[in-house]
């Protein structure tokens, strides 16, 4: 089993951590090795073990908890591990997103023995792939308590910005009906695909709302993502389908951004076929104001959906903190700027220190 | 081998070519079948074969010669073979699409030896699939004497109409682009299916053609075959194609028809994927002319692209004339009225007796 030295300057923890591929369900032998290194270097810490996730926790009987999340799975790797150094850069699968924030978790786990706040360390798995399989979300079902926490900080890569709340998803389809024919006598049928310009003109003519909460700026979007007509090369089409999807500011919920959309395709045929409420920022509670100020930062919207909204729903104000460039995520040139693995530990330890 | 009887009714010829399964690229049986049944039965005709496809002709020194040809193969059976008989209707595979045309060609073929014109027979094989396998594809770049003739009738389902010359048809694709950006960012990207609406809005605005040839009136149409579009659920897709069928009357060649699609779509990115130039119905030759008059029919347009349209290229005029509903062809249903081949083979023995 691989040995990780979690006192070690945390950018060598995060390559080490890079060198034990990791590809969602394929997590073990990197879960093992972090628990193992958890339970030799960080003793004070009570650990816990759900699948391939590992939970660490400080029993202090502190006034407030603050959990720290990080996904241990990467997407697939692309030729690109193990890490590479050049300069203030390390490359690699996974650097990003997010093991350059797993590493500063983990050094944090084993050096920060006697914090202000009780501490919830979670690294977990299948982060990557479907919300089923999720770790967080197994351990939200069987363990619901072990998530008990007044403040939750994922560190996903944030470029060390904090990233508050986050927007909310609705996917659907609209589908347009016509007769199939064969098209050397298109005159019997009626074109499915020809009806769809109908859809796409309401997609041109949208104006995406841009809302205010907190401070930080929501700004949505309606897209078709996918867009699906056409039988065969001689035949008129009698279907056609748009696949949309709407990002939403999190001052609407689920209900609210399904009856938005239906207004906007009024008249067409909708099936919703996927919907996750976003998380208001939530900045205002006071572990989340506590941990605004020691990072000195601006928050700003998050507006892609993460795990911040599962915390949101369960009552807990959660943020997301990390190194790393969310837009270097799933790239072959996957790499982080190791100052910024440096900054998030000072931060973080600044937050939590006694 | 299965013995065919070619001087029996016609009617029970059209069931025996149905017993024989001949799925396009598995003709060798019934195309075994024919040529021995011709060999005894009409040992008038000079028997020539190519791959599973059978020639016989006369060649009597007549002014002039015509061609009659059919395919010996159908789709695939769908639970419709063997052939059965309710009152006047043959159902089974095949019976429409053309082994009912086969068996006028074939009880001629042994019954009337002493043509007008001098004949030539083709029973031909893989129509129903890819042009590049068509057997009268392969006849004409290796034995391009055979086809010669003055006009050339394809016993296809018309019910017992003729029908002349026949439509091209175009295909093309229409590109539209954007930029990739993840859906929750979507201001970061530009939307290549929002991009299509306006190629849809052209074909919406379209007006398509009627053109009188010969009494024969062709009625055009440009529709979209297929649109497909998307990357990912959560992804603005950077890229839209909307495939597009223009079936043009025979007055347009092949470079007129691309010259119209590309006016319809100026501006955007088009690639022309298939081009098959028409046919000019040709009635005013002297032996189409001849023929026409023996149906005592109306000549119509022929909508969809047939090997009509092979004989129009070699300078030889071409009509479709044959027992069965063209509509039921490629039908779990298909079935021909079996008085239509009666009338078929009185038609063309009065059009070819001496």
């Given at each position: 089993?691989?040995?990780?030295?979690?006192?070690?300057?945390?950018?060598?923890?995060?390559?080490?951590?890079?060198?034990?591929?990791?590809?969602?369900?394929?997590?073990?032998?990197?879960a093992?090795?972090?628990?193992?290194?958890?339970?030799?270097?960080?003793?004070?810490?009570?650990?816990?073990r759900s699948g391939d996730a590992v939970l660490?926790?400080?029993?202090?009987?502190?006034?407030?908890?603050?959990?720290?999340?990080?996904?241990l799975?990467?997407?697939?790797?692309?030729?690109?591990?193990?890490?590479?150094?050049?300069?203030?850069?390390?490359?690699?699968?996974?650097?990003?997103?997010?093991?350059?924030?797993?590493?500063?978790?983990?050094?944090?786990?084993?050096?920060?023995?006697?914090?202000?706040?009780?501490?919830?360390?979670v690294f977990y798995d299948?982060?990557?792939?479907?919300?089923?399989?999720?770790g967080l979300?197994r351990i939200?079902?069987?363990?619901?308590?072990?998530?008990?926490?007044?403040?939750?900080?994922?560190?996903?890569?944030?470029?060390?910005?904090?990233?508050?709340?986050?927007?909310?998803?609705?996917?659907?389809?609209?589908?347009?009906?016509?007769?199939?024919?064969?098209?050397?006598?298109?005159?019997?049928?009626?074109?499915?695909?020809?009806?769809?310009?109908?859809?796409?003109?309401?997609?041109?003519?949208?104006?995406?709302?841009?809302?205010?909460?907190?401070?930080?700026?929501?700004?949505?979007?309606?897209?078709?993502?996918?867009?699906?007509?056409?039988?065969?090369?001689?035949?008129?089409?009698?279907?056609?389908?748009?696949?949309?999807?709407?990002?939403?500011?999190?001052?609407?919920?689920?209900?609210?951004?399904?009856?938005?959309?239906?207004?906007?395709?009024?008249?067409?045929?909708?099936?919703?076929?996927?919907?996750?409420?976003?998380?208001?920022?939530?900045?205002?509670?006071?572990?989340?104001?506590?941990?605004?100020?020691?990072?000195?930062?601006?928050?700003?919207?998050?507006?892609?959906?993460?795990?911040?909204?599962?915390?949101?729903?369960?009552?807990?104000?959660?943020?997301?903190?990390?190194?790393?460039?969310?837009?270097?995520?799933?790239?072959?040139?996957?790499?982080?700027?190791?100052?910024?693995?440096?900054?998030?530990?000072?931060?973080?330890?600044?937050?939590?220190?006694?």
């Open positions: 089993m691989p040995v990780l030295d979690l006192t070690s300057d945390p950018i060598d923890l995060c390559a080490a951590l890079v060198d034990v591929p990791s590809v969602s369900g394929d997590e073990a032998t990197l093992d090795a972090v628990e193992l290194a958890l339970q030799k270097q960080a003793p004070h810490l009570e650990l816990l660490a926790r400080t029993n202090l009987g502190r006034e407030r908890r603050v959990l720290l999340a990080g996904h799975d990467t997407v697939p790797i692309a030729d690109n591990v193990p890490s590479r150094r050049e300069g203030e850069l390390l490359y690699g699968c996974g650097t990003t997103d997010m093991k350059s924030g797993d590493a500063v978790l983990a050094h944090l786990a084993a050096t920060l023995t006697d914090p202000r706040h009780d501490l919830t360390l299948c982060e990557e792939v479907e919300a089923a399989r999720n979300n939200e079902r069987e363990h619901r308590d072990w998530l008990r926490a007044d403040l939750a900080i994922l560190a996903e890569p944030t470029n060390a910005g904090v990233e508050a709340g986050c927007q909310g998803t609705l996917r659907a389809e609209i589908t347009t009906r016509g007769r199939r024919a064969h098209s050397a006598r298109s005159w019997h049928g009626s074109n499915a695909v020809h009806a769809a310009a109908a859809v796409l003109e309401r997609l041109n003519a949208y104006t995406a709302r841009e809302v205010d909460i907190d401070g930080c700026v929501y700004r949505e979007g309606l897209q078709a993502v996918r867009i699906d007509g056409g039988v065969a090369m001689n035949v008129v089409p009698d279907e056609c389908v748009v696949t949309v999807n709407f990002r939403f500011a999190p001052d609407r919920d689920g209900a609210a951004a399904e009856a938005h959309v239906r207004e906007v395709f009024d008249g067409f045929e909708l099936a919703v076929t996927d919907l996750a409420p976003g998380a208001l920022p939530g900045l205002t509670e006071p572990a989340a104001a506590e941990f605004i100020a020691a990072t000195g930062a601006t928050p700003s919207a998050k507006f892609g959906w993460t795990d911040v909204s599962r915390f949101a729903a369960l009552g807990i104000p959660a943020v997301n903190y990390g190194p790393g460039d969310p837009n270097l995520a799933h790239t072959r040139e996957e790499h982080v700027d190791t100052r910024q693995i440096t900054d998030a530990v000072a931060v973080l330890r600044r937050f939590l220190a006694p």
